[in-house]
């Protein structure tokens, strides 16, 4: 019996987080390389990957990678291994994004379901045989818009999906990541967010002890609660670290091993400066669970700008991808 506990808590262990390196094949292409004026397609796709993992010293930051199906057969550049079991070898935990992405509610046209439960349990199968995967990961989108969305409906089916996700997982060896993504799209408040995470939380947890799901062997991945992108307002750290940790402490049992953020969109800068400040709340208010970042975005991006495709370029974005590893890093002691 693999100890879902023990790998979930090394995870979050030793002022790592995790890096996010899961996106389908056609987000990588549009939203990380095509949106950076880089060309796409699988090769592209491979050196974007090598510069993030095989970074000379990843292992001091980053517990463990999530990625995707593609990048499990791929190498880097003088490389012998794929990229799983050389970041293995390294320390680090591969872990493999397994839903397929979303499509329309269809009793709420404007909110999205995640899908990819059939041919599950084949799926975790092959990954732990084959790259030796630690954990998974499952995304669902949870939309606000003002008091209209989300729907209870879509919160439910959602969680209903992320547990039959998570027993799968954990009937295969393997810790469950589950991440019920509240965007950060929209003119809410923050105040919005934090009822909006609070209720999911409440939803994903109701769903999982409904399904017998063992809580202490999954890591939950959530959004801060952050004022909307176009609600004209930027709130400080410590407001984020409020309202964040509060819908976490009335929600989140204390039986849970992890909990990680997503970036969503904010900058590398303030994804920073929100997990310094959840973190020194952390240790005031005696959270019960560790927490810790699972950033793409905001790891990233300084990084794709730097290197624009360009072979001569890549020693200097591992450069600034390690000092933003630093910096996200060292929040976590703040
Ligand atoms: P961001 O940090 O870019 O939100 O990505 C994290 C993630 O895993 C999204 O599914």
């Known amino acids: 019996m693999v100890d879902l506990f023990g790998e979930a808590r090394m995870l979050m262990a030793g002022g790592k987080g995790l890096l996010a390196a899961d996106e389908s094949d056609k987000s990588a292409d549009e939203k990380r390389l095509a949106a950076f004026g880089i060309d796409t397609g699988p090769e592209m796709r491979r050196e974007f990957r090598d510069i993030l993992l095989e970074t000379p010293g990843l292992e001091k930051y980053i517990s463990g990678v999530i990625l995707y199906e593609e990048t499990l057969e791929q190498k880097g550049d003088g490389v012998a291994d794929v990229f799983p079991i050389s970041l293995a070898k390294r320390g680090i935990i591969p872990g493999i994004k397994v839903d ?51 729907t209870a409906q879509a919160i439910i089916e959602n969680c209903k999906r992320l547990a039959t996700y998570a027993c799968e997982v954990q009937k295969a060896g393997m810790v469950p990541m589950l991440e019920p993504e509240v965007l950060l799209d929209g003119n809410h408040s923050r105040l919005r967010a934090r009822e909006v995470i609070t209720k999911t ?84 208010k005696n959270a019960p669970w560790p927490l810790t970042f699972s950033y793409a975005r905001a790891l990233q991006e300084e990084a794709i700008k730097v290197w624009a495709g360009k072979p001569e370029n890549v020693p200097a974005a591992r450069e600034v991808f390690m000092a933003r590893l630093e910096k996200v890093s060292n929040a976590l002691n703040a």
């Open 201 to 284: 939380m409440h939803a994903l947890v109701a769903a999982l002890e409904d399904q017998a799901v063992d809580l202490s062997g999954v890591i939950i991945k959530t959004s801060m609660a952050v004022s909307g992108k176009d609600s004209g307002r930027t709130d400080t750290p410590e407001e984020v670290a409020e309202d964040t940790l509060g819908a976490l402490m009335e929600a989140v049992p204390a039986s849970i091993p992890g909990i990680v953020f997503l970036s969503g969109g904010q900058t590398p800068d303030e994804a920073t400066a929100n997990l310094a400040a959840i973190s020194k709340l952390v240790k005031a």
């Open 100 to 150: 397929q992405g979303t499509e329309p509610f269809p009793e709420s046209k404007n909110e999205l379901i995640t899908k990819g439960l059939i041919g599950l349990p084949e799926r975790l199968a092959a990954y732990k045989e084959k790259y030796n995967t630690g954990f998974t990961k499952w995304r669902a989108v949870i939309t606000i818009d003002g008091d209209r969305l989300p």
